[in-house]
């Protein structure tokens, strides 16, 4: 492997192939170009197995070759290379030792099957016919009329050429190959990390620990996660019980299970790829430099509108990608389609040449996503909450000095390690945003959507923010806002406007927008849209000069044939199991509660006032049976109407808030792996303990006055009547998680519970007969409180304490009354089944709010 030997401007650089170079602005790069015309980080010059070759990485102005542009290419010594300008950007010229080709012939030739797995061959887009010096002239603005194609629009300079080529365009395929599984697609344009040689009966063990024979630093990977086995000319792979999985071209395998491997199958390791090429493994590193396109994606709604139209881009490898546009033209709807969570109807999202879609449970794990809210409980400390992200997200067996040590990298890598120790509600709105983005980042990513994370933040934190996601893109990641915001725009490599509709109005370089649509402004482009919604904003786009330069080829590539697996097979594996998970969420939901004085001091003081208001009324409950003539006393019903109320109303009040205000939270983590039922469980767990003891309190104050019976049905009466109250606070809590998985709103679960509370009066069963009256009887059994009235009524033999609905017939009583221990287990038994009923049902709204493709 020759050096190559750059020179560039008098100076001179003696590139080494085990590496490669940076070119650009970057002060941090390995070829520093102090020149405007050329961008960033520009490009790179690598080895790439049969000689040295320039990428272009997405550049604003272009790389040229004999005036031609070029996305990669070998280099030829003595053939100069123009940066930013065919004619008079900046000249690299380069010399070599020996012939680059030389090198990598014996390789090529010892293993053909390899072939396209490689770098692509020299690729030279010929420079559009056509093009000349713009005009530039100044934009009208244009009010009352539709708007005309600006004169910009119908000539193009020569340094907005394409930008970038997808695999299809750089010699590769024009179709992924497709293995036996139906689903093998690799990394056409791109050349193996790493060669292992497999030999017949070797086993090969990867893992993250140092003891394997394929050792993959990568947090996302288990200690001892698969092996390869080579046995009689024929490969297999067996997952070891790994945690996040291993996947065969995007399906997962079994825990513990195998398969069989062909020439063309694709196995999955965490952010590494495998393929079997002859007698050799070779390896990919998913390390951020990955394209990502969407080709033809329409979703359309109950009723045959579509909300989403035929929208074509792609995404250059490290760029930042700004989307904008007007209400309702299908950002959100975007949004979804691209990650997954709600799949377009028709088309295809290719990350890196690999249907997202089909291969979800795979890459989602190489996706991050920043949703508008904070997906951070901000009662929190800031490493604190990381930390139980952590926990979540990488496997079991991970050491908590790798979770830590992961934390503090991500934090430094965001200046927050200055703000670890605050908690997140003492933090700045562009603050919290760096928090929410420094979660996504624990699993590093190659590419992270963010969805409006500027909205509410004063133009200071706007550009903070937006500065942010420049240097995410610059450091090696995709990145793609969502925003209101064009204050920062220019920051974009790449922009996305849509029109009302869910159609692309413009795709291109944020620079050349306002000229495309012949305004100065954004508020008069918008204003556009909203007085011309019926006007052909995509016809527009679809037949400028633009269109041809930065999506024409990628538009008419036919979308992939492709048949979706089960939701069972894209559902993503946990990284923990179903135990270790409930005991991370209930640690986490303890800590959040613990941080939250007044909250804590509410649900104290809640059941003591109401306690202490049940002892105003002046009644004993240990008044013997009456005998003629009678005497009873009715007060000791309306005691435990208010107790049972007051507990109705406790149990309801601590549950009826916590999955709205956690919505956004358990929507990402679901996407993560997060056991639904854990989730459920853990909110069941502390939620009740803390209701529990809030049914003592109320027992204890309300109780301790009073003269009870001197013995119980079955133990002390006092342990009956609270075993009785707290069951219905237990009960009372699910209806209260049932009201917070239905609403969309927080402000709507007051009202919810207010309602819920006066119902529970009137089904008592204490205020007027219920029994024996049909159609209220039965919906009646509906309600808590009407069973945990009647088992404290068998208790305390309400039937005969209190005055008989029938005077006529005192001996007919309500039969829920009877003081029996068969009755009062019924009662507690049908009471708490209430209780199961209501968590059924709460596991089945929370599937509302999961990403659609993971739905059983």
Request: charged share 20%; aromatic share 8%; proline share 6%.
């Amino acid at each position: 492997m020759p050096e190559l030997v750059l020179e560039l401007n008098g100076r001179t650089w003696t590139l080494d192939p085990s590496r490669s170079y940076s070119l650009g602005r970057d002060p941090q790069g390995d070829v520093v170009i102090d020149d405007a015309r050329v961008s960033w980080r520009h490009a790179t010059i690598t080895w790439n197995g049969r000689g040295w070759a320039i990428e272009d990485h997405g550049s604003t102005n272009g790389t040229y070759v004999r005036g031609a542009r070029v996305q990669q290419t070998e280099l030829t010594p003595g053939t100069p290379v123009h940066l930013g300008n065919a004619n008079d950007g900046p000249r690299l010229d380069f010399t070599a030792a020996a012939p680059a080709a030389a090198a990598a012939a014996p390789q090529q030739a010892a293993h053909p099957a390899a072939a396209g797995w490689h770098a692509a061959p020299q690729h030279q887009q010929p420079q559009p016919q056509g093009y000349a010096q713009p005009q530039h002239q100044q934009p009208q603005q244009q009010h009352q009329q539709v708007p005309q194609q600006p004169q910009y629009q119908q000539q193009a300079h020569q340094q907005h050429a394409p930008q970038q080529q997808f695999p299809h365009q750089q010699g590769a395929p024009q179709q992924p190959v497709q293995g036996p599984a139906g689903g093998g697609q690799g990394y056409g344009d791109r050349s193996p990390t790493t060669f292992h040689q497999i030999a017949v009966g070797r086993v090969m063990r990867i893992g993250r620990a140092l003891d394997n024979e394929l050792v993959v630093s990568d947090l996302q990977v288990s200690r001892h996660h698969a092996e390869f086995r080579a046995t009689g000319g024929r490969f297999e792979i067996h997952d070891l019980g790994s945690h996040n999985g291993t996947y065969v071209n995007g399906q997962a395998l079994p825990k513990s299970g195998s398969a069989m491997l062909g020439p063309n199958d694709i196995v999955g390791v965490g952010h590494s790829t495998f393929r079997i090429v002859g007698d050799r493994l070779e390896e990919f590193v998913d390390t951020g430099e990955v394209s990502f396109s969407a080709r033809h994606l329409t979703v359309t709604v109950d009723g045959g509108k579509q909300i989403l139209k035929d929208v074509t881009f792609g995404v250059p490898e490290k760029s930042l990608i700004g989307v904008i546009g007007p209400s309702g033209s299908g950002k959100s709807t975007l949004l979804k389609a691209l990650t997954g969570y709600r799949p377009a109807d028709q088309g295809d999202v290719l990350y890196d040449n690999r249907n997202l879609y089909k291969q979800f449970a795979e890459l989602r794990q190489r996706i991050g996503l920043v949703p508008q809210d904070d997906i951070l409980h901000k009662e929190l400390k800031v490493s604190t909450a990381l930390k139980y992200a952590a926990k979540l997200r990488f496997p079991g067996d991970t050491a908590e000095s790798e979770r830590a040590a992961r934390i503090d990298e991500v934090l430094r890598e965001l200046k927050l390690d200055i703000h670890k120790d605050k908690k997140i509600t003492a933090l700045s709105g562009g603050q919290r945003k760096r928090v929410s983005v420094a979660l996504e980042l624990l699993t590093k990513p190659s590419l992270i959507f963010l969805d409006e994370p500027t909205s509410g933040l004063d133009p200071g934190m706007d550009r903070d923010v937006m500065q942010l996601l420049r240097g995410l893109a610059d450091d090696g990641r995709t990145v793609l806002v969502v925003t209101h915001s064009v204050a920062e725009l220019s920051l974009c490599d790449k922009l996305l406007v849509m029109a009302p509709g869910g159609s692309v109005a413009y795709f291109g370089p944020p620079e050349e927008a306002l000229n495309f649509f012949g305004y100065q402004t954004w508020a008069d482009v918008f204003s556009a849209f909203e007085n011309y919604r019926d006007y052909d904003w995509a016809g527009r786009w679809k037949g400028s000069q633009h269109y041809q330069l930065y999506a024409a080829d990628l538009d008419a590539q036919a979308p992939q044939s492709v048949t979706m697996p089960s939701p069972q097979q894209l559902n993503p594996k946990k990284a923990q199991g179903w135990g270790d998970q409930l005991l991370t969420l209930i640690r986490r939901y303890v800590a959040v509660i613990a941080s939250d004085k007044g909250f804590l001091g509410l649900m104290l003081i809640l059941p003591a006032v109401l306690g202490v208001v049940s002892t105003v009324i002046p009644a004993d409950f240990g008044l013997a049976p009456p005998t003629p003539p009678s005497r009873f006393n009715g007060d000791a019903g309306t005691i435990m109407l208010i107790l049972a109320v007051g507990m109705c109303f406790s149990g309801a009040a601590n549950s009826v808030r916590e999955l709205i205000k956690e919505r956004v939270i358990y929507e990402r983590e679901r996407a993560t792996g997060l056991s639904r039922s854990a989730y459920l469980m853990s909110k069941v767990i502390v939620l009740g303990f803390i209701t529990a003891v809030q049914g003592v309190i109320i027992c204890g104050i309300g109780f301790a006055a009073r003269e009870l019976p001197e013995d119980g049905l079955f133990m002390n009466p006092a342990v009956e009547l609270c075993l009785s109250v707290i069951a219905l606070g237990f009960t009372s809590m699910m209806f209260g998680l049932v009201i917070s998985s239905l609403v969309k709103t927080a402000e709507k679960t007051m009202p919810l519970l207010v309602m819920f509370a006066i119902v529970q009066v009137v089904f008592t069963g204490i205020l007027f007969q219920v029994y024996d009256s049909p159609g209220l009887e039965q919906f009646a059994w509906l309600m808590p409180s009407r069973w945990a009235v009647a088992a404290a009524g068998t208790t305390l033999d309400l039937g005969r304490l209190m005055p008989p609905w029938d005077h006529k017939n005192p001996d007919n009583v309500d039969p829920l009354w009877e003081a029996t221990v068969g009755q009062w287990t019924l009662d507690i038994t049908v009471l708490l089944l209430l209780g199961i009923a209501c968590g059924f049902a709460v596991a089945r709204l929370l599937r509302r709010h999961e990403p659609e493709v993971m739905r059983k």
